[in-house]
């Protein structure tokens, strides 16, 4: 026991030892090893930010907190690298835990049912920001900024340089969440294969148009078709990939925006309004009225519906059998291995993994064979609306934690996504926060081996991937119904309507309750009066809106192809 206090005595004194030791040398002995000229700033001008971390984080030296955010290679680094940085230069001890994405959510809505306060500071997903808006749980952060966490601001943190603070900032037009990574949901092909003079030659003489880019669904099923089966360099390829096993993932397959890129709900940026593109209306004051056509929604309207049957026959026509029963972690590397031709739902975190050496899917020079662009849309899609997904995991202050540990974990989240260390951070996982670390000449050297990924960054079609709006009034509660739902049309036990019908009904109970519990008052749910889809349609007409859109017969409509390297020059003569 003796020698237990002993060594924990020793633990103390070395751990003191290190935090009166915290200051300005180490913040150049890490901007020395880590940061170098990767940085938007200059290096006096890193220092002088440094500085300010030491002077701000006076108050709390010694002190010991924990932060937490999901299993990304962006994360790891702040973990591994970051936190320790932070600690040896202001005294602060950080423990960064790295955990799945669906612990995240589990832990978050525990301090939030109980008050206990399990973490200081959190990364979590800006598609609760609808759930933060209503139940009044997290701290609002322009109000915390400029009132109780003004002395722990960083007046370089320079907010309008984040890319993502639209999503982030509630009808109240406050902001609620810092962003600290962001990816987008796009395209990827295979621009080798694309641009073959016997595969062009061939698709042209057999569709009557060009291989390109697919602008519309209509272009990209063709494509698909076109490539499964085609022997390309002596294998069999195919022209699809997905994942569809029963699983928590198949439920993000469909909530990060599937939806809307087949056209459902209705125009507006960054998510359609009054319908969004889970399918939930809300009224004038940001209300959820419901998510069934019959209360106005679009949950199970004919856009859904046509999405979800597109999902069903592309994973059974065109992708490799094994993928109808892969989770999504488990279908995420098999593009690289060289036999898919294209994919229409690929996550630009799989970026990092992708571009390594040797890969079949990267030529000797280091660059891609590969190219990443914007999604094709479904027949019911409208200029205007949002056409995919983008994560944005974002920093999280609770109302639980108690104010100096809070205080202390927005110093830590400032710092690791401050313009210090965020253009390093960027180059490790690929995750881009800021305009000005996307616009940084690192970057532009680095484009040629990225696969189009700066180029999209880069682009005015930007805009338009975003994550869940705030017409999700409980995400944690409705999310996890949609990977059960659309599980039974992969499965075969419901068909497209079926399931969807089930979707919107399991929603709707879920709006009832909060209604009836009244726990997020007046911009809580309020349940609409049901009446058929040709009444909701005429209603939202009227109105000068879109959805629920009536059925479309030929949903097979005029392909639409362009050629990608055109598609970049646009994109850059319009920035």
């Not at 609808?130 to 400029?146: A, C, F, I, P």
């Not at 009444?535 to 362009?562: H, M, R, S």
């Amino acid at each position: 026991m003796r020698k237990q206090l002993l060594m924990t005595t020793a633990i103390g004194l070395l751990a003191l030892s290190g935090i009166a030791h915290a200051g300005m040398n180490e913040a150049k002995t890490f901007l020395d090893k880590e940061i170098g000229d990767l940085s938007t700033l200059s290096r006096a001008d890193q220092e002088k930010e440094m500085q300010w971390f030491v002077d701000a984080a006076k108050p709390f030296q010694g002190m010991e907190i924990k932060v937490v955010s999901e299993t990304l290679t962006t994360h790891k680094y702040e973990s591994e690298v970051l936190a320790p940085a932070f600690t040896a230069i202001t005294g602060i001890k950080v423990t960064h835990d790295v955990i799945q994405e669906g612990d995240v959510v589990e832990k978050i809505q525990t301090q939030m049912q109980t008050g206990q306060n399990l973490y200081d500071g959190w990364v979590n997903d800006s598609d609760l920001i609808g759930t933060h808006w209503r139940y009044k749980q997290v701290r609002n952060l322009s109000d915390w900024m400029e009132g109780e966490g003004k002395d722990v601001t960083n007046p370089g943190l320079d907010i309008k340089d984040f890319i993502g603070t639209s999503f982030t900032t509630a009808p109240d037009k406050k902001l609620y969440q810092l962003p600290d990574q962001q990816f987008a949901n796009l395209y990827w092909f295979r621009y080798d294969w694309f641009n073959d003079e016997k595969n062009k030659a061939d698709f042209k003489a057999k569709y009557g148009y060009d291989l390109g880019v697919p602008v519309n669904w209509s272009a990209y099923e063709d494509i698909a078709q076109f490539f499964t089966g085609r022997d390309v360099n002596g294998k069999k390829v195919f022209g699809h990939m997905d994942y569809g096993k029963k699983d928590p993932s198949l439920g993000w397959r469909f909530t990060d925006a599937w939806l809307s890129m087949a056209g459902n709900g209705d125009k507006g940026l960054p998510n359609g309004l009054p319908v969004d593109e889970w399918g939930i209306k809300v009224d004038e004051n940001s209300r959820p009225v419901g998510s069934c056509v019959a209360r106005g929604g679009d949950t199970n309207g004919p856009a859904a519906v046509y999405s979800i049957q597109k999902y069903l026959d592309w994973i059974k026509g065109y992708a490799p059998q094994e993928s109808q029963g892969m989770t999504f972690s488990e279908s995420g590397p098999v593009p690289a291995q060289g036999n898919i031709a294209q994919q229409i739902f690929w996550y630009t975190a799989f970026t990092a993994d992708m571009v390594k050496p040797g890969l079949p899917v990267m030529n000797d020079d280091g660059t891609p064979k590969w190219r990443m662009a914007p999604s094709p849309h479904g027949v019911y899609w409208k200029e205007g609306m949002k056409l995919g997904y983008q994560d944005v995991g974002s920093w999280t202050l609770m109302k639980s934690t108690p104010t100096d540990r809070a205080k202390a974990a927005w110093l830590y989240a400032q710092f690791v996504t401050s313009k210090t260390v965020d253009v390093k951070k960027s180059h490790v996982g690929l995750t881009f926060i800021r305009e000005s670390t996307i616009r940084d000449k690192s970057f532009t050297e680095r484009a040629p081996k990225l696969g189009g990924l700066i180029e999209f960054y880069r682009s005015p079609a930007r805009v338009q991937w975003s994550p869940t709006g705030t017409n999700v009034p409980d995400y944690p509660k409705l999310a996890q119904l949609w990977w059960q739902a659309v599980g039974d049309a992969a499965s075969g036990a419901k068909d497209a309507q079926g399931a969807m019908d089930s979707l919107c009904s399991e929603q709707e109970k879920v709006l009832q309750r909060l209604e009836r519990a009244g726990v997020q008052g007046d911009i809580g749910p309020k349940l609409a009066d049901e009446h058929d889809l040709a009444y909701w349609n005429a209603d939202a007409v009227k109105k000068g809106n879109l959805a629920p859109q009536l059925k479309i017969e030929n949903e097979k409509e005029k392909p639409i192809t362009v050629n990608y390297d055109e598609l970049v020059k646009s994109w850059q003569s319009s920035n």
